[in-house]
């Protein structure tokens, strides 16, 4: 299959959006273009919600749409001896009460 074939927006408009595990987040329901040529799609979600999706998160196309997870970042792990600070995420010495850097409360 070729990867520069088209879609028509009807064609990907009301299919089902499957992500790489599997999981089925919504249904397209728009498309959106910028004129530098970046297209998104306009998902609802199975909440009710929207969530936009660029192009380059769009694995494939057949009956399903299927994109790519989201890459949530990891939480940062904070270094032996060291806490990490929820406010600004820079790290302090274990028992450090107060962040050194922006001031809140490490406890
Ligand atoms: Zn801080």
Not at 15 to 30: A, E, L, M, Y
Not at 78 to 98: D, Q, Y
């Amino acid at each position: 299959m070729s990867s520069s074939k088209s879609f028509r927006k009807e064609e990907i408009a009301g299919k089902t959006v499957i992500d790489s595990s599997g999981r089925n987040t919504g249904k397209v329901k728009d498309l959106t273009f910028t004129l530098d040529g970046k297209i998104t799609l306009i998902v609802e979600k199975n909440d009710g919600s929207e969530e936009t999706i660029p192009l380059n998160r769009v694995l494939g196309v057949s009956d399903n749409v299927v994109v790519k997870e989201q890459i949530v970042p990891a939480m940062p792990v904070a270094s032996p001896g060291m806490v990490i600070c929820k406010s600004c995420g820079r790290e302090a010495p274990i028992g450090t009460l107060w962040c050194p850097s922006c001031g809140k409360s490490l406890a």
